[in-house]
């Protein structure tokens, strides 16, 4: 037992020796993106009733176990299935009818039924927050979610009628950051909180 307690000892410390295989097994490529895909699939209208671990699982064509293997929820899977390009996610965008203060309420409202009223607001958190970590994924995201966002609320205030040196941008990234922080937080927008913001945003400076 000791000769084969040294050897093994003197084997794991030359470096011409492989380390021994981890256990576990790997992540199938062909399973992942079948789950990716089933997520995605589900999220449609008629399938959202069987938007489930197992629903996946079956509609994937893989075991319970191999999904809870690699995910914890299925807010986790839906994560991954937008990093990866498998799941778009539309987003309304601000109108421009010509009056800001209207405009801004209308598109708030609207994603409010996106988010509160679509069920989906663990899933907006946990967006959020994988926007927040620097990998592929969050770009991704960032990319097909905050960009055209961020993008559109620039041009909205870029065209409204404002005051004299109004900072356009900062009012747009303002409006942004509100609700972004109103989705991690998990509060509900309500008519108040549009109403305030826009107050906040708009006042007095802007015409149009």
Request: net charge negative.
């Amino acid at each position: 037992m000791a000769g084969t307690a040294a050897a093994a000892q003197e084997t794991s410390d030359d470096p011409t020796v492989p380390a021994p295989r981890r256990r576990g097994r790997p992540r199938s490529q062909a399973s992942r993106e079948a789950v990716l895909r089933a997520a995605a699939e589900l999220m449609e209208p008629a399938g959202q009733a069987k938007l489930t671990m197992e629903g996946i699982a079956a509609r994937a064509g893989v075991s319970k176990q191999t999904v809870y293997r690699w995910w914890k929820t299925k807010v986790d899977v839906l994560v991954e299935a937008v990093g990866a390009g498998y799941l778009d996610i539309p987003l309304p965008l601000p109108p421009d009818t010509g009056d800001l203060r209207a405009d801004l309420a209308t598109w708030l409202r609207a994603m409010a039924v996106e988010i509160d009223g679509g069920g989906a607001t663990h899933l907006s958190q946990a967006l959020v927050g994988a926007i927040a970590t620097a990998d592929s994924q969050s770009q991704q995201i960032h990319g097909v979610l905050v960009a055209p966002l961020r993008h559109s609320l620039h041009e909205r205030f870029r065209t409204a009628v404002l005051a004299e040196g109004v900072d356009r941008e900062m009012l747009a990234e303002t409006v942004g950051a509100q609700l972004i922080m109103r989705v991690l937080f998990a509060e509900p927008i309500t008519e108040e909180w549009i109403a305030a913001l826009v107050e906040l945003v708009a006042q007095e400076r802007l015409h149009a």
